[in-house]
């Protein structure tokens, strides 16, 4: 079995803050992990994966992420925030084995205070 | 690469009607997934198909469901006898069947039934 648990369903930064947005995993298995983004009434773009080489993982838009396997964690973060930013995140897990099916947290609304 | 298609995006039915939607996938991609996304929740996982295999389909997926993927290429979605508690954004997504999975996603169908 397999999970992500997004802490914080809403997030607020002002624009030129940091970004954090927290995930934390759970799999019986090593697992791939992934952060996506959506935007309103549009599909899910990947920002990022982490599939078992380094543990530092850089994305697009200027988004990173570092999987701590001692915390079973996989937080997303981006130095400075811009007013683009401003979406729906969510973390996911898939299992290294089989087709891979993934498992999306709930979500996080990110929003960018000017 | 034109992305992966969805149609139509929006839909309107009454209870009691059949609806069906459609998803074309990356051409290259024989993995192929459909999602059902609620307000204020991750996508949640409904079948998967290799190739015109369809081989799993999560619980979510009751017998007023079903899906096709005649030729291993675009994929259709049906319910019949909607219900209010099917209006959701159906997403579809396709993949690569390498190792990890990335998945690229439609902009989905939102339906509304009224």
């Known amino acids: 079995a397999q999970s992500v648990t997004q802490l914080g369903s809403h997030v607020s930064v002002s624009e030129g803050a940091l970004v954090l947005l927290r995930c934390n995993y759970s799999?019986?298995?090593?697992?791939?992990l992934f952060w996506y983004v959506q935007y309103p009434n549009q599909g899910l773009q990947l920002l990022l994966k982490?599939?078992?080489?380094?543990?530092l993982v850089k994305g697009i838009n200027g988004f990173e992420a570092e999987f701590k396997k001692s915390e079973t964690s996989f937080h997303l973060t981006k130095p400075s925030a811009h007013m683009s930013d401003a979406a729906e995140y969510f973390c996911?897990?898939?299992?290294?084995?089989?087709?891979?099916?993934?498992?999306f947290g709930i979500g996080t609304k990110l929003q960018v205070i000017p | 690469d034109t992305g992966v298609s969805q149609d139509p995006r929006h839909k309107i039915t009454k209870r009691g009607q059949n609806v069906t939607f459609r998803c074309d996938p990356i051409?290259?991609?024989?993995?192929l997934y459909w999602y059902r996304q609620t307000l204020g929740q991750g996508p949640e996982f409904l079948t998967y198909?290799?190739?015109?295999?369809?081989?799993?389909k999560s619980r979510l997926l009751s017998d007023r469901f079903s899906a096709e993927r005649p030729k291993g290429s675009f994929s259709t979605l049906e319910i019949q006898r909607t219900e209010q508690g099917d209006s959701a954004m159906y997403l579809c997504?396709?993949?690569?069947?390498?190792?990890?999975?990335?998945?690229?996603f439609g902009p989905g169908t939102r339906l509304t039934v009224l």
């Open positions: 997504a396709s993949s690569l069947g390498l190792a990890y999975n990335e998945q690229f």
């Open positions: 799999s019986s298995v090593p697992p791939y």
């Open positions: 982490y599939t078992s080489a380094a543990t």
């Open positions: 996911a897990v898939s299992n290294s084995g089989g087709y891979q099916k993934v498992t």
């Open positions: 051409s290259e991609h024989n993995r």
């Open positions: 198909f290799q190739n015109e295999a369809q081989l799993e």
